[in-house]
């Protein structure tokens, strides 16, 4: 069964320095999201990207933040400074079409940010 | 905004009974998706309700979803030691998904 795959799956960095997550979202799929959770939190979106450009972001995804699709299988995202309070699980998802009523999101492993 | 939130926040019980966890939102849905979540890994979609339907069915999970009163809920029937986890219900409106903060299942053998 496709699923959505993230790599790194764990990674450490200092503060200040550039981080890069990477997701290879299911082959079919047409819109694609970046979601995180603070340890202990709630699961928190923050942006979502279709046909090449972000249709949607939260207050969460500001500058320090960007999405890309560099060939037709990876989807990352490049925090550029970290921050301590950067530190979280961050889950790519993939859905094939909006529709009507939704689609289901399908969910990757995450990755596992700290920052130190 | 749209807000999820679970009730109650943690549950316990035993082996075989049925678990039921509900869910609110706040504001108009398409769809709301329930995940589930064990201790440190990835979200795994269990079952999505569509706001013009009432109740779904999959497997031992039973999803009702009433918009009138912007709530949802789970029941997990004959419970398993393998469902202890976190499950967290999730509304969609146009794009991303409002995830609730969640309720922890714990099956006790």
């Known amino acids: 069964e496709p699923e959505v795959t993230q790599t790194p799956s764990h990674q450490v960095t200092q503060m200040g320095q550039e981080v890069i997550l990477r997701c290879v979202p299911i082959s079919n799929h047409l819109y694609f999201y970046w979601y995180r959770q603070i340890l202990g939190q709630k699961v928190e979106f923050l942006v979502s990207f279709y046909n090449n450009e972000i249709s949607e972001k939260s207050e969460i995804f500001d500058d320090q933040f960007s999405v890309e699709r560099p060939d037709g299988s990876n989807f990352t995202l490049k925090i550029r400074s970290t921050k301590l309070e950067d530190s979280a699980m961050y889950f790519c998802a993939s859905s094939t079409t909006l529709g009507q009523g939704g689609e289901t999101q399908y969910f990757g492993p995450g990755t596992r940010l700290l920052v130190l | 905004s749209q807000q999820g939130e679970e009730d109650p926040q943690a549950l316990s019980i035993q082996e075989g009974e049925n678990a039921t966890m509900n869910c609110s939102y706040k504001t108009s849905i398409n769809n709301l998706q329930w995940y589930r979540q064990n201790s440190g890994r990835g979200l795994v979609h269990l079952i999505l309700i569509r706001s013009n339907e009432r109740e779904k069915h999959s497997g031992r999970l039973r999803v009702t979803l009433d918009t009138s009163k912007k709530s949802s809920s789970l029941l997990i029937t004959a419970s398993r030691a393998a469902d202890t986890a976190s499950y967290f219900c999730?509304?969609?409106?146009?794009?991303?998904?409002?995830f609730g903060q969640g309720t922890r299942l714990t099956i006790n053998p």
């Open positions: 999730a509304s969609q409106g146009a794009q991303k998904l409002v």
